[in-house]
């Protein structure tokens, strides 16, 4: 799965609610029916983190089993990439329809 993938996924699963690692991959593997690799968990909750999309639930929590938290700027860009992708969707399954009708 691509890094970007796993950081849009990762962003779906934490704007419902704060959630430690293994209930985000516990998420995705409900959503998609795949769960990710620890490196693409780990590497898109560092990626997200660094850009200011999540946040620690509780700064004082530390490792891996920390809970986190969409931030504001999360939401924000979650929302602009699931905008772009649905009018990707929206005309790729428009251009289907077309191709078989």
């Known amino acids: 799965m691509h890094s970007n993938d796993a950081q ?16 985000i991959n516990a998420a995705i593997e409900q959503l998609t029916g795949e769960r990710l690799g620890p490196g693409s968990l780990y ?17 004082e929590e530390g490792g891996r089993a920390r809970t986190m938290r969409i931030t504001d700027a999360g939401r924000e860009a ?18 289907l329809g077309e191709a078989t009708t």
């Open 43 to 59: 590497g898109a909750l560092t990626r997200l983190e660094a850009r200011g999309l999540i946040e620690p639930d509780d700064p």
């Open 78 to 95: 979650l929302r602009a990439q699931l905008t772009q992708l649905a009018r990707i969707s929206s005309v790729g399954l428009r251009a």
């Open 8 to 23: 849009l996924l990762v962003l779906t699963v934490l704007a419902e609610s704060a959630a430690h690692g293994y209930a």
